[in-house]
């Protein structure tokens, strides 16, 4: 979406709200989610004046920082939690995954924080290669190399994945399976 000068801040805030929310649930899961979405447009509205016409990837980028101040905030909490002797309850709730939604979650957990992200850029948030490199601060030809990087690695991850064990089932993802989403170039 491109703001121009005479977007209002409450147009894009309804265009751009359900996008953002999206972006922040995959990251950080359904508990946290509106509150950082909120924090997201409350930093948009105290910058409104300099946000940039391409005011999509500039959310996401946003977000990705609101999402990194989080992570930290959650580190510092476990931290203590664990010094004071309280165990931290699980994130998500695994419980039922299909045997190809495990091979799936485990070779996504293999993966690197930085191909993890190119890859949900362009497969979960569906920006174009431009848009992601503008999010991660880097050029559009950086961000092909890294997208590139992520699905041949992902494609691999999936290849070596192990049967689930509670299934006894055989491999259920084939080596040329990569969804195609994450086919092709950006």
């Not at 995959?26 to 105290?46: C, H, K, N, S, Y």
């Not at 994945?161 to 509670?166: D, I, L, N, R």
Request: net charge positive; glycine share 8%; with cysteine.
């Amino acid at each position: 979406m491109t703001a121009g000068p005479d977007m209002v801040f409450s147009e894009v805030f309804r265009a751009m709200y359900p996008e953002v929310l999206r972006f922040v649930q995959r990251r950080a899961g359904p508990d946290a989610a509106e509150d950082l979405a909120a924090e997201v447009f409350t930093i948009a509205w105290g910058k409104w004046g300099a946000v940039p016409r391409e005011v999509r990837p500039w959310l996401f980028g946003v977000a990705r920082n609101v999402l990194a101040e989080d992570r930290r905030v959650q580190g510092r909490r476990r931290r203590l939690e664990l010094r004071l002797g309280g165990e931290r309850e699980p994130l998500y709730d695994e419980v039922g995954l299909t045997a190809m939604t495990v091979d799936l979650h485990v070779a996504w957990a293999r993966l690197s924080d930085v191909d993890r992200e190119a890859l949900a850029l362009v497969a979960w948030d569906g920006l174009t290669g431009r848009e992601a490199a503008q999010v991660l601060g880097c050029t559009r030809a950086a961000f092909s190399v890294r997208l590139s990087r992520a699905r041949r690695r992902l494609k691999r991850l999936l290849s070596d994945v192990e049967p689930h064990a509670a299934t006894g089932s055989t491999p259920c993802v084939a080596h040329d399976s990569t969804p195609s989403t994450l086919k092709g170039t950006p």
